[in-house]
Nanobody, 122 residues
């Protein structure tokens, strides 16, 4: 199975930047797509950014142009660079790993990190 550990959250002011990190371990060969989700109190979890195995990316409209998802394969780490942060970006951010569907030896369930809190003050 895959284990994910996020870090990098904190308290910042509007307009500041943060970089979140997600370190993957275990059966990383089973990972096809990495993603970042976020969840604010009382709201549903939403997809923020996605990075496929072919390096294509996708972003939700509210963060497009401000956030960048990337990876360092040598370190088995995925990043989320967040620029021009806004108070509405305040949430717990979760790293997600989606497995390949073609290999029975891989756990078919998504892996999730424990979450890291980002708070943006006005």
């Amino acid at each position: 199975q895959v284990q994910l550990v996020e870090s990098g959250g904190g308290l910042v002011q509007a307009g500041d930047s943060l970089r979140l990190s997600c370190a993957a371990s275990g059966d990383t060969i089973c990972i096809s797509t990495m993603a970042w989700y976020r969840q604010a109190p009382g709201k549903e979890r939403e997809l923020v950014a996605e990075l496929a195995s072919n390096d294509t990316t996708a972003y939700t409209d509210s963060v497009k142009g401000r956030f960048t998802i990337s990876r360092d394969n040598a370190k088995n780490t995925v990043y989320l660079r967040m620029n021009s942060l806004k108070p509405e970006d305040t949430a717990v951010y979760y790293c997600n790993a989606r497995p390949w569907g073609d290999f029975p030896s891989c756990n078919p369930l998504d892996a999730w990190g424990q979450g890291t809190l980002v708070t943006v003050s006005s």
